[in-house]
């Protein structure tokens, strides 16, 4: 009697779980068919395009729209592909995330555990600069870049961008350090580190968690950032992302849709791969073992 | 090794006084327990003598140096902390020789201080572990090795035991006073469990509300407490505190209280304190174990006085057995011997050890004498 409950249970949950599994297939083909158009017309001649079909698997398959628009497509005046572009935006996006994520981690290690009278104030205002919308600080931006002999650099565009990730990265390690054991931080004292030994020797090496989290963020933000790159770049500094508008608005005569596409997975790709990489690092329990039994 | 002197420490957070005047003293080698119920200021006492809180006023001296301004680096302590607050990133070993290597030591020196830290302690085999892999004990023995390694003048203890289960906290009870035994070494101890305060402290401070109510050693805080918190904090069962009223009765001073058939008497010592209360009400205080049957009482005492009571409720404790018996108005507790011959529900005869009793002035809490 309970084998033939056990059974009805059975069979029903394998009904739920068959419509579980269809919805979230469903779903899944749902948000791949972009990616899937943009792959199989990234890998077509042009005509094959233009013959009408999007979702058909290309009958000549080819990289020339890659090879295009990685080396010499027509980006603006120039046909140089989007390599140099894709150089400008490593060279923006690595410094600007270290740099913002290293002050992050400084920010929250004195907001939690060096608390000054104020610090929630000083908190509350590098908050604000998660909500203050990019196109206000246009203009006081570019006259300060101005002003500091940085306007139209790289170095221009990697200081707009750690400071508008200050906010973000702070917060992040704030939070993250206000559930580290102040305990750890009053023995180190005990045992005499200073400031900065404390912070590299007790506290950095527990931050793995939260410094991949502000990574991820960071690099994402600053890497598909277009209004900071359309304003503030010059000509020998603008960024992919800017690239790739440019890409897609100076056609000569026809629109190249295959390496269009080519050139949108390439700026994707970065960001794709930060996420591969880094996404599956998920560190848990770092914290287990420094506080009680 | 040093002794410890506080004076006149004042704490404040903003208008919140937390410390409010803190006179200690505790000798070279002395064993200072500070006691009391959460809130009442002393880890933050113990805070202040580590360097980790600044002082608002009042001074703080390790031998003859005053270390109030000093960093807590500087003060020549080592502190165990009631989360142990061991390294997470770091080996057993380095957990240890973290605070050396700071401080610029050799390595081969260090190495030799942990080899004997680790042989005290019975922890060489831990050496190469990581905290996280470590058992309570474990962690405990490894909190107290990174503190022995320093050989500093003070050790602080902040609430150490109290993340342990029963049995592990009583052997690691001894085990500290062991080693306050070996070493010699001047220790400042929090805790809010008493019978840690009892079995580890040449000197008790017990606190309330930022205020030492009384500092003595643990035979004066057990059996001549000044107030009635003290009476009452210190001792497990608490101390029997009954209200009664002073009488005079065949020439000598007596105390009434609510008995089971009308009022029960006992003689009071002859003092002017209790004589000035005369028709007060006062409160009698008598600990447990001065409260017992006529066989298992002290027989040295020669103020024994037997009164039938009437048991309520027995409760067999293995090592001793519990009554709990109406008196004053209250519940009384009695200790027993383990097989005295006792029933619930019935009228007993049972002995007060009057010498042993204590008086409070219900009011104020002070001690009458």
């Given amino acids: 009697m309970s084998g033939a409950a056990q059974d009805i249970a059975m069979k029903g949950s394998r009904a739920t779980r068959i419509i579980i599994y269809t919805v979230l297939i469903l779903f899944m083909i749902f948000y791949l068919l972009p990616l899937y158009v943009m792959l199989t017309n990234s890998l077509k001649p042009l005509d094959e395009i233009r013959g009408g079909d999007m979702l058909a698997l290309p009958k000549n ?6 090879r295009a628009a990685w080396s010499y497509a027509q980006i603006g005046v120039e ?41 929630g104030l000083v908190f509350g205002l ?71 030994q404390i912070f590299w020797r007790i506290l950095a ?89 | 090794m040093a002794r410890l002197k506080i004076e006149n420490l004042y704490k404040a957070y903003g208008a919140t006084e937390v410390l409010k005047g803190i006179d200690l003293e505790i000798e070279d080698g002395g064993f200072l327990v500070l006691v ?40 020549d302590i080592a502190m165990v902390f009631q989360s ?16 050396m290597e700071i401080r610029g030591v050799g390595k081969s020196e260090r190495r030799a201080a942990i080899e004997g830290v680790a042989d005290m ?23 107290m090795g990174r503190a022995l390694v320093r050989d500093p003048q003070v050790f602080l203890f902040d609430e150490p035991l109290s993340n342990l289960d029963a049995k592990l906290r009583v052997d690691m ?91 029960m008497l006992l003689p009071l010592p002859d003092s002017d304190a209790l004589r000035g209360r005369m028709g007060q009400k006062i409160i009698f205080g008598i600990r447990p174990e001065a409260f017992t049957d006529p066989e298992g009482a002290d027989r040295t005492s020669t103020q024994l006085e037997k009164r039938d009571c009437f048991v309520e409720v027995v409760e067999p404790a293995g090592s001793d057995t519990f009554a709990v018996v109406k008196l004053g108005g209250k519940s009384a507790v009695a200790r027993l011997r383990a097989d005295a011959r006792i029933s619930p529900e019935t009228v007993t005869s049972l002995a007060f050890n009057m010498g042993k009793a204590v008086f409070f002035d219900p009011d104020s809490g002070e001690r009458l004498k």
Wanted: glycine fraction near 10%; aromatic fraction near 10%; include cysteine.
């Fill in chain 1, 205 to 293: 090496p527990s931050s793995a968690p939260i410094a991949v989290v502000t990574i991820i963020w960071q690099f994402t933000n600053v890497w598909n950032d277009f209004l900071f790159g359309v304003s503030f770049a010059d000509f020998d500094s603008i960024p992919m992302t800017v690239a790739l508008n440019n890409l897609v608005n100076s056609s000569t005569g026809v629109k190249e849709y295959n390496v269009h596409f080519a050139g949108a997975i390439l700026a994707a790709l970065p960001t794709l791969i930060v996420y591969i990489v880094s996404g599956r690092y998920f560190v848990r329990g770092l914290m287990a073992g420094a506080v009680k039994g």
């Fill in chain 2, 36 to 75: 009391g119920p959460s809130g009442c200021g002393k880890s933050t006492l113990l805070n202040c003598i580590a360097g980790l809180e600044d002082v608002t006023s009042g001074d703080v001296v390790i031998g003859e140096r005053s270390v109030t301004e000093l960093h807590p680096s500087k003060r």
């Fill in chain 1, 126 to 196: 590098l908050l604000l600069a998660c909500f203050i919308p990019f196109q206000i600080v246009l203009i006081p931006m570019a006259r300060i870049l101005g002003m500091l002999g940085l306007a139209g650099t790289t170095s221009g565009l990697v200081l707009v961008h750690t400071i508008y990730g200050l906010g973000f990265t702070t917060l992040f390690f704030r939070n993250y350090y206000a559930a580290f054991p102040t305990e750890l931080v009053r023995a180190a004292q005990i045992d005499g580190a200073g400031f900065f």
């Fill in chain 2, 173 to 263: 009870r001894t085990e500290i006073k062991r080693l306050h035994k070996r070493m010699g070494t001047t220790i400042v101890y929090v805790t809010h469990d008493q019978i840690e305060a009892l079995t580890l402290a040449t000197r008790i401070a017990v606190m309330k509300d930022g205020i030492v109510q009384q500092f003595g050693t643990p035979d004066q805080i057990y059996n001549d407490p000044v107030n009635m918190f003290v009476a009452d904090f210190m001792g497990s069962p608490a101390m029997n505190l009954l209200p009664g009223t002073v009488v005079a009765e065949n020439g000598g001073l007596m105390v009434s209280l609510d008995g089971h058939e009308g009022e």
């Fill in chain 1, 61 to 66: 398959w080819t990289i020339e729209p890659w």
């Fill in chain 2, 121 to 143: 302690l019975q922890i060489r085999e831990l050496l190469k572990r990581k905290p996280s892999q470590l058992s309570g004990g474990q962690r405990q023995r490894v909190a």
């Fill in chain 1, 79 to 119: 046909p140089t592909g989007l390599r140099p572009y894709f150089i400008n935006s490593i060279f923006m996006v690595v410094p600007a995330v270290l740099i913002s994520t290293a002050l992050g981690a400084l920010n929250g290690y004195v907001l939690t555990k060096w608390s000054f009278r104020g610090s």
């Fill in chain 2, 84 to 99: 142990y607050a061991l390294y997470p990133n770091m080996t057993v070993e380095k957990n240890i020789s973290f605070g």
